[in-house]
């Protein structure tokens, strides 16, 4: 079975603070791809980074960066001194390779950054 | 105009009523899609379209009928809709249906039956 999960309901901080939001994943493919996106009030899902199974590098882009381990089926993102514009609703999504087209969604964190 | 434009952006409807919801990509990408978000559930994915044709239809009632007249247009009519199909109603693009491919979302439709 193919899954996303993101236990993290919730998680308010307060700004300049450090966030990981987790994501655990499972699919028994070799071959598959890793998103997240970002929702902020909005409406608009916004696409961040996407990752593929067979590059574990870990990936930086300012103050974002994105710890991808197979070996424990996550793929991490952590935002460094957070500030109240990172406030949104975060995604992970699994997407197989002859997936039918479907992304696999995980529930979402809501990301609160206190003034 | 850029990126993934939906209108109406907010709509209340009566379960009588029959309304479309407009998507339009300004990417030139080959695949469009319709989401539904609920609160408390993840993303469904509702239809798929490829260069105009539909590959997926996601086991969605018969009173959503999605349309679309050309790559960059997407519409999704509704007819008889009940309070449950209350939601944001989320339309993306991709450049085709790769699953390497991201896809690029409109800021939705928040839908209200009342």
């Known amino acids: 079975a193919q899954k996303v999960t993101q236990a993290q309901t919730e998680i308010s901080v307060v700004e300049k603070e450090d966030v990981t939001l987790d994501c655990v994943y499972e699919?028994?493919?070799?071959?598959?791809?890793l998103f997240w996106y970002k929702q902020p009030p909005s409406g608009e899902l916004v696409f961040l980074i996407r990752?593929?199974?067979?590059d574990e590098q870990n990936e930086i882009s300012g103050r974002y960066s994105w710890n991808f381990q197979k070996s424990t089926s996550s793929f991490n993102f952590t935002i460094t001194a957070s500030q109240v514009v990172d406030s949104a609703v975060y995604f992970c999504a699994l997407r197989r390779l002859d997936s039918n087209y479907q992304l696999i969604w995980g529930a979402g964190t809501k990301l609160i950054i206190k003034p | 105009e850029t990126g993934v434009t939906q209108t109406p952006r907010h709509l209340v409807m009566g379960m009588t009523n029959k309304k479309s919801l407009k998507c339009e990509q300004h990417l030139g990408h080959n695949a469009m899609y319709w989401y539904k978000q609920s609160a408390k559930k993840p993303l469904e994915l509702m239809f798929v379209y490829s260069l105009e044709e539909r590959v997926e239809n996601n086991s969605v009632p018969s009173r959503f009928s999605p349309e679309c007249p050309n790559s960059s247009h997407l519409f999704l009519h509704l007819h008889t809709l009940q309070p449950e199909d209350s939601a944001l109603y989320l339309c993306a693009s991709s450049q085709d249906l790769q699953a390497y491919n991201e896809q690029f979302f409109g800021p939705g439709t928040r839908l209200t039956v009342l």
């Open positions: 990752r593929n199974s067979f």
């Open positions: 699919t028994r493919d070799t071959t598959y791809y």
